[in-house]
């Protein structure tokens, strides 16, 4: 769609030019978290590339803020308008208290996924104990020692090391 079009262009360029709203919040260079344009198309002097660039993709006014919780930053919602002054002080707000909303969804759902890389990690593991524990009796610690060792030995990571031992277990001698 054009709007998607407008938005990645607009992201493009900041990164290109290394200048521009969203560039600033996600580099914290004023520490600012939040960033109202109302006017595009006059000149913005912390980003006269940038603006230049707006302005011919038809971008009037534009406003973002940070997606960040107290130890992640998740990048910035941004509102961009074909016209100037489209954005005041109320939708600022509303995008800050929606923004607020949204990192700490995004911060849920990432733990919630690097729990469950940890529930599968150590179900692998333990799957690749019990093969080598009946293998070569084993005991717990004699087989977790094996699987770490060759983890070390050959700088793989354990997980990886206990999936090649499920889906290729060491025959029996």
């Known amino acids: 769609s054009a709007c998607g079009d407008v938005v990645e262009a ?22 600012e978290r939040v960033f109202r344009i ?34 992640e930053d998740f990048g910035a919602l941004n509102l961009y308008a074909g016209s100037p002054g489209a954005f005041g002080k109320d939708i600022e707000t509303a995008g800050w208290l929606l923004a607020s909303h949204a990192a700490v969804a995004l911060a849920d759902a990432r733990t919630i996924d690097q729990l469950e890389d940890a529930m599968k990690t150590r179900h692998a593991i333990g799957e690749a104990m019990g093969i080598l524990m009946e293998r070569h009796n084993l005991s717990e610690d004699d087989a977790f020692n094996v699987l770490r060792r060759i983890s070390q030995q050959h700088n793989v990571k354990l997980r990886d090391v206990a999936q090649r031992v499920r889906k290729d277990p060491p025959k029996q001698r």
Not at 10 to 31: H, I, M, V, W, Y
Not at 50 to 66: E, K, Y
Request: glycine letters at 10%; a negative charge.
């Open 10 to 31: 607009s992201d493009r360029l900041q990164g290109e030019l290394a200048e521009g709203p969203c560039f600033d919040l996600a580099q914290r260079a004023n520490g």
């Open 38 to 71: 109302e006017d595009m198309t006059r000149p913005q002097e912390s980003w006269p590339r940038f603006a230049a660039a707006a302005r011919d993709l038809g971008i009037g006014s534009m406003t973002g803020v940070l997606l960040y919780t107290h130890d």
